[in-house]
């Protein structure tokens, strides 16, 4: 429930990334594939319901509403959009590589074996805007501020995000992505890499090193949480390991909700 938002911003991003290459305004699109992203975007918000009852079953309505709406910052820390604000750094480099990495998978899926005209690629650019809108309207509601680019413990849980998420989590959204592709019988070229992808994972990289260099004076064991079962804390290697099961609940809905976004993004 907390990691909602991120993962809603980053399926945008990926989806967004794969359309300027694919999108097909104005193109044929093979009934079953609409179908199909009608199916996958009701599974999405059926998914949503069941992850809802089932951490209100666990941990009660009270509990569920202030992670749901951001306050949750760690154990027995609560702030106002204290979960979205340590999410931002990470959010950014993410979203960028996701956008990168979605136009390089674009690149290669051939509509019906014909790569589609430049002027059929405008309204692509249409989820990425609603990615960037979506990114901005909850920073303003949650009051982003220098505090998540400066807070070491903040840009230390963006380290571990940026470490793990783009492992799993966008893979997931991707593999979606091309799995749908096969019900419009498309065809796959060989993967192009232009310009604008590269600046745009450049700049992520560059933002992650700043992130970085700001941390290289910190001593991560010392921010982490202490659990019962390591009082002396956790060593990186199982901070890391432990993170990808963390999201487990992501990568299942950022796979089911990806694909709907691209097809959503075909048909506009």
């Given at each position: 429930?907390?990691?909602?938002?991120?993962?809603?911003?980053?399926?945008?991003?990926?989806?967004?990334?794969?359309?300027?290459?694919?999108?097909?305004?104005?193109?044929?699109?093979?009934?079953?594939?609409?179908?199909?992203?009608?199916?996958?975007?009701?599974?999405?918000?059926?998914?949503?319901?069941?992850?809802?009852?089932?951490?209100?079953?666990?941990?009660?309505l009270a509990e569920t509403v202030h992670y749901t709406i951001q306050k949750f910052e760690r154990d027995n820390v609560s702030?106002?959009?204290?979960?979205?604000n340590q999410f931002v750094p990470s959010n950014i480099v993410i979203g960028l590589g996701s956008v990168a990495a979605g136009?390089?998978?674009?690149?290669?899926?051939?509509?019906?074996?014909?790569?589609?005209?430049?002027?059929?690629?405008?309204?692509?650019?249409?989820?990425?805007?609603?990615?960037?809108?979506?990114?901005?309207?909850?920073?303003?509601?949650?009051?982003?501020?220098?505090?998540?680019?400066?807070?070491?413990?903040?840009?230390?849980?963006?380290?571990?995000?940026?470490?793990?998420?783009?492992?799993?989590?966008?893979?997931?959204?991707?593999?979606?992505?091309?799995?749908?592709?096969?019900?419009?019988?498309?065809?796959?070229?060989?993967?192009?890499?232009?310009?604008?992808?590269?600046?745009?994972f450049v700049i992520a990289v560059v933002f992650f090193l700043v992130q970085l260099i700001i941390l290289r004076k910190t001593?991560?064991?010392?921010?982490?949480?202490?659990?019962?079962?390591?009082?002396?804390?956790?060593?990186?290697?199982?901070?890391?390991?432990?993170?990808?099961?963390?999201?487990?609940?992501?990568?299942?809905?950022?796979?089911?909700?990806?694909?709907?976004?691209?097809?959503?993004?075909?048909?506009?």
């Amino acid at each position: 429930m907390a990691c909602l938002p991120t993962a809603l911003f980053t399926s945008l991003c990926i989806a967004g990334g794969a359309l300027t290459e694919t999108n097909g305004s104005g193109f044929y699109i093979n009934p079953k594939m609409l179908a199909m992203g009608i199916v996958l975007l009701s599974i999405a918000l059926l998914f949503i319901v069941l992850v809802t009852w089932g951490s209100i079953s666990r941990v009660g309505l009270a509990e569920t509403v202030h992670y749901t709406i951001q306050k949750f910052e760690r154990d027995n820390v609560s702030s106002w959009g204290g979960c979205w604000n340590q999410f931002v750094p990470s959010n950014i480099v993410i979203g960028l590589g996701s956008v990168a990495a979605g136009k390089l998978i674009g690149t290669a899926i051939l509509m019906n074996g014909t790569a589609l005209s430049q002027n059929q690629t405008s309204s692509a650019y249409k989820i990425i805007v609603v990615a960037i809108l979506f990114f901005i309207s909850l920073s303003i509601i949650f009051k982003t501020g220098r505090r998540s680019f400066m807070e070491p413990r903040w840009l230390a849980h963006s380290i571990r995000e940026i470490a793990t998420y783009p492992l799993t989590t966008v893979p997931a959204g991707l593999g979606a992505i091309l799995l749908v592709c096969n019900v419009q019988n498309v065809k796959y070229g060989v993967f192009t890499v232009s310009l604008f992808p590269v600046v745009i994972f450049v700049i992520a990289v560059v933002f992650f090193l700043v992130q970085l260099i700001i941390l290289r004076k910190t001593d991560v064991k010392v921010l982490s949480q202490k659990p019962a079962f390591a009082p002396n804390g956790l060593p990186v290697p199982y901070l890391l390991a432990s993170h990808v099961f963390e999201h487990t609940t992501d990568i299942i809905f950022i796979a089911i909700i990806t694909p709907s976004f691209y097809i959503i993004g075909l048909v506009i």
